[in-house]
């Protein structure tokens, strides 16, 4: 697959702090990539850097295999986190304004505003000051403006803040559409069930290094544990699951006495699951059986305390 941006060995020092340690990174094209951390990671100097704000002490950036250049901010459309727009405007005229700066002609502007308007459904808010807006209606406004250009390479920053469910399901699914129409998106959150949802890739930095990168999927497998969750219901003179714990480690195990059933997570070595299958078959009906796959939010835990301890 190719790369739409490449980060190789960019360090950023501010002072004596060093926000940026030697980032190596491969962006996919076409894809939803999450760049994660803890606070004060590294991320937010990793994005300016993309968008041009500050620039690398060392290493360098490759928009599209070409070295980034300021024409190149053109073709990125960046959501920070800290929004801002100018209060006392009008909404559409802000929005022709900033539509204009990212060089659409007036009739390109027009054509895009009124088209996400519609598509966000704030087609009535045109004559209405942002300081009239709550902080979700505001929201949308920026990600209009954000995007209305059709830039190869959105940058999105906790896009979701500020919106009730409704919206943040509305603005996920206009995501999932500009990736569909060929937009390579990197997002950054701290929300890891967005990350569930949305992302094919992701990067975790901390303390201003990259210490963890892959295909999602790749990582979960990679981070099983060999654990596995069942639902089994014993017969009546075998419902005390402890009698059968012969050395199993049964965790989170809970009776429902509505289905006569237990529901328990055990770790099984390939050896063993066998055994315990042929032990709970035996015994009573095993329902449902299934390998637990670390969430998004498992894994970063994870790899950050194991970071830390080994610091």
Same mark, same amino acid.
């Given at each position: 697959m ?9 360090s950023?020092s501010? +002072?004596p ?7 190596s990174?491969?962006i996919p094209?076409h894809t939803i990539?999450? %760049?994660? +951390? ?5 991320k937010t100097? %990793? /994005?300016?850097?993309i968008n041009?704000?500050t &620039?690398?002490?060392?290493?360098r950036?490759?928009?599209?295999g070409?070295?980034l250049?300021?024409?190149?901010? #053109?073709?990125? +459309? &960046?959501?920070?986190?800290?929004r801002?727009? &100018?209060?006392?405007m009008?909404v559409?005229e802000?929005?022709m304004?900033? #539509?204009?700066?990212k +060089? ?6 027009r054509?895009q505003?009124? &088209?996400w ?8 808010w045109?004559n209405?000051?942002?300081q009239?807006?709550s902080?979700?209606? #505001?929201?949308?406004?920026?990600? /209009?403006?954000?995007?209305?250009h ?5 940058i ?8 009730d469910?409704i919206?943040a399901?509305l603005i996920?699914?206009q ?9 390579s ?7 890891m ?8 890739? /992701?990067? %975790? ?7 963890l990168?892959?295909?999602l ?6 981070y099983k544990?060999?654990r ?6 014993p017969?009546a003179a075998f ?9 199993? #480690?049964?965790?989170n195990s ?7 059933s ?5 770790q099984?070595q ?6 315990l299958l042929?032990?709970l ?7 449902s059986f ?5 969430s998004?939010?498992d ?11 080994n610091d």
């Amino acid at each position: 697959m190719s790369s739409i941006l490449s980060i190789e060995e960019v360090s950023k020092s501010f +002072g004596p702090f060093k926000a940026l340690d030697k980032v190596s990174l491969e962006i996919p094209a076409h894809t939803i990539y999450g %760049l994660l +951390g803890p606070n004060g990671a590294g991320k937010t100097t %990793l /994005i300016r850097i993309i968008n041009q704000i500050t &620039y690398p002490d060392s290493g360098r950036v490759l928009l599209n295999g070409e070295p980034l250049r300021p024409e190149h901010v #053109a073709q990125i +459309g &960046y959501l920070p986190e800290e929004r801002g727009l &100018y209060k006392s405007m009008k909404v559409g005229e802000q929005a022709m304004y900033l #539509a204009r700066l990212k +060089g659409l002609s007036k009739t390109e502007a027009r054509a895009q505003l009124k &088209y996400w308007f519609e598509r966000l459904e704030i087609g009535d808010w045109w004559n209405k000051k942002v300081q009239e807006l709550s902080k979700g209606m #505001a929201q949308k406004i920026q990600f /209009i403006v954000t995007v209305l250009h059709k830039p190869r390479l959105l940058i999105f920053d906790e896009p979701f803040s500020g919106f009730d469910p409704i919206n943040a399901a509305l603005i996920k699914d206009q995501i999932l559409e500009l990736k569909k129409q060929g937009a390579s998106i990197i997002f950054s959150t701290h929300r890891m069930e967005s990350v569930e949802e949305l992302c094919e890739h /992701i990067a %975790l930095i901390h303390k201003s290094q990259v210490i963890l990168e892959g295909k999602l999927s790749d990582i979960k497998n990679a981070y099983k544990q060999q654990r596995f969750r069942l639902r089994w219901a014993p017969r009546a003179a075998f419902r005390d699951l402890e009698a059968l714990r012969n050395g199993y #480690a049964f965790e989170n195990s809970h009776f429902d006495e509505d289905s006569a059933s237990w529901d328990f997570t055990v770790q099984l070595q390939e050896t063993e699951k066998g055994n315990l299958l042929q032990v709970l078959s035996e015994k009573g009906s095993i329902q449902s059986f299934q390998e637990v796959i670390p969430s998004a939010n498992d894994i970063f835990i994870r790899t950050v305390q194991k970071q830390e301890s080994n610091d």
